[in-house]
């Protein structure tokens, strides 16, 4: 299965700022300022180990149906408050559907993406957005990324389908809406791309032009109010 769980070092070789440090490093130098009520409640949900409000079985992408991953998978967080999202890491199972379902509900295997992506277009939602999955293999890119898995494998031209790169597209597109990530291969990249990887995937069958043609033209008619 593709994935390392959170081995490598943070980019740039430190823990990447995001707004949850900002907010709480503002907030003690702040000292003696008396805060306004909900400058307090804004930063409770900022504050380390917070939670924003969740309810079972919630899905981030309206069309995914849900299957919880192990919690021993992927680490709680309150994206993207604490942890900016600029990036989507495009991943292949190396098996099948049902296989990748299976070992991201089992604790000993300590990884999983966000999102898995069947032959058929069918899409599951394993981890919230929200959350830091253990997909990329490098904590600074875990903590930034969202992890769109695909079912089939690197060498198999077959497995990537019309119907997958199309409900991939429609997945990523409105992720790139979401939180305001540009549509291009600094930002949709693949595992391969990810410092330390010693992964292949997408691999050389992926089509980057298709997919993000396909990218854009989903963002662009989400953009015109066409789509649901």
Request: with cysteine.
């Given at each position: 299965?593709?994935?390392?769980?959170?081995?490598?070092?943070?980019?740039?070789?430190?823990?990447?700022?995001?707004?949850?440090?900002?907010?709480?490093?503002?907030?003690?130098?702040?000292?003696?300022?008396?805060?306004?009520?909900?400058?307090?409640?804004?930063?409770?949900?900022?504050?380390?180990?917070?939670?924003?409000?969740r309810t079972e079985g919630d899905v981030?992408?309206?069309?995914?149906?849900?299957?919880?991953?192990?919690p021993a998978n992927y680490r709680a967080a309150d994206r993207p408050d604490d942890y900016s999202i600029d990036m989507v890491v495009i991943h292949i199972t190396q098996g099948s559907f049902d296989s990748a379902v299976q070992v991201f509900q089992n604790p000993a295997h300590r990884a999983a993406a966000h999102y898995i992506v069947r032959k058929d277009g069918h899409i599951t939602q394993m981890i919230r957005e929200l959350d830091v999955a253990y997909h990329a293999g490098n904590r600074d890119y875990n903590e930034r990324s969202i992890g769109i898995e695909h079912a089939g494998f690197v060498e198999d031209p077959a497995?990537?389908?019309?119907?997958?790169?199309?409900?991939?597209?429609?997945?990523?597109?409105?992720?790139?809406?979401r939180y305001d990530i540009p549509v291009d291969r600094e930002h949709i990249i693949g595992h391969v791309e990810v410092p330390g990887s010693d992964h292949t995937c997408p691999g050389p069958h992926f089509d980057w032009d298709r997919y993000l043609r396909l990218v854009r033209e989903a963002r662009t008619t989400e953009a015109q109010g066409i789509t649901r």
């Open positions: 299965m593709d994935h390392v769980g959170e081995r490598g070092a943070p980019k740039n070789g430190g823990r990447r700022v995001g707004r949850r440090t900002l907010l709480i490093g503002g907030a003690a130098a702040a000292g003696a300022v008396v805060l306004a009520r909900e400058d307090l409640v804004r930063l409770y949900w900022q504050a380390p180990g917070a939670q924003k409000p981030d992408f309206t069309e995914a149906s849900w299957v919880a991953a192990s497995a990537f389908t019309d119907e997958m790169y199309s409900a991939s597209a429609q997945l990523t597109a409105r992720i790139c809406a």
